[in-house]
C-alpha cells in the first residue's frame, strides 16, 4: 500500500489497526497469488455493505422527517449502488492503493466499477472495526456530503419499477418483462444480471447485489432514456 498516512488523511482517520485497511485495499486475486493464508477484502466488504446502508438510512431518517418508507428506500438507492459507490471511490483515490493480482491488474480491474464498490464498501467496514460506527458514520456522511438529496426532487411514485410500469402501461397499454440473466460471484457476494425489455422492443440489462435491486437499476436506467416523457406524468 503506498503513501498510508496520505489515504488515512483522505479517509479522516488515523488507523490503530493499520493491518485493517491494507486487508480492505487487498483483492482476492491478491491473496491468492500469496497462498491461502493471506487476507483478502471480502469479509470487510460484507460488513461495510451493513454499516453503508446502516449510515445512509439514518442519515435520510433524520433529513426527511416526513418522507414515507417507500420513498426512503429509493433515496437510499439512489445513493447505494454499484456506480454510486465507484464513484466514490475514485474520488477518495483508492484505485491508487488497491492490491491486485497480475492477472486483475491487466484485465484492467483497478478502475472496475464493481471491484471499486467492493474496495470502497470494505473500507467502510475497516473503519468500524478500528474506530467504531461513529467513525464509519462520520466517513459515510462526509463523503456524501455534496450528494445528499433533496426532498423536493424525490420520485414522485414508490419505486423505479412502478413508476416504468405505469408509463408503459398508459403509453403502450403493456408492462416491461424482467428477466435474470446470469448471477456470479460467491455466495456471500453476488452479482445478478437482469434484462429488462420494454413492449416498445427495446431492451437493456443491469447488475447489482440482488434480483430486486438489479430490476430496480434497470428501470432507473429505462426511465433515464425515456426522461422527456416520464416528466409529464
Do not use: C
Request: glycine share 6%.
Amino acid at each position: 500500500m503506498s503513501e498510508p498516512t496520505a489515504l488515512e488523511n483522505a479517509l479522516g482517520h488515523v488507523f490503530v489497526r493499520p493491518e485493517l485497511l491494507t486487508t480492505a485495499l487487498t483483492h482476492s486475486s491478491y491473496a491468492n497469488e500469496r497462498g491461502e493464508a493471506a487476507k483478502h477484502n471480502e469479509r470487510l466488504e460484507f460488513l461495510g455493505d451493513a454499516v453503508l446502508e446502516l449510515s445512509v438510512s439514518e442519515e435520510l431518517f433524520a433529513r426527511f422527517p416526513e418522507a414515507p418508507e417507500g420513498e426512503l428506500t429509493l433515496l437510499r438507492s439512489q445513493l447505494v449502488n454499484e456506480s454510486s459507490l465507484a464513484a466514490m471511490a475514485l474520488r477518495l483515490s483508492l484505485e491508487d492503493h488497491i492490491l491486485l493480482g497480475k492477472g486483475e491488474e491487466n484485465q484492467g480491474g483497478r478502475t472496475r466499477p464493481s471491484l471499486l464498490s467492493d474496495v470502497f464498501e470494505a473500507v467502510i467496514g475497516a473503519l468500524f472495526l478500528d474506530g467504531g460506527y461513529g467513525v464509519a458514520k462520520s466517513f459515510v456522511n462526509a463523503t456524501f456530503a455534496e450528494v445528499w438529496p433533496v426532498r423536493s426532487v424525490a420520485p414522485k411514485t414508490r419505486d423505479y419499477k412502478s413508476r416504468l410500469q405505469e408509463y408503459t402501461q398508459k403509453v403502450h397499454k403493456a408492462r416491461p418483462v424482467y428477466t435474470l440473466l446470469d448471477s456470479e460471484g460467491p455466495e456471500h457476494d453476488k452479482r445478478f444480471t437482469v434484462r429488462l425489455e420494454l413492449p416498445d422492443g427495446h431492451a437493456l440489462t443491469a447488475m447489482e447485489k440482488s434480483v430486486k435491486k438489479a430490476e430496480q437499476m434497470a428501470a432507473r436506467l429505462a426511465l433515464e432514456k425515456i426522461s422527456d416523457a416520464a416528466a409529464t406524468w
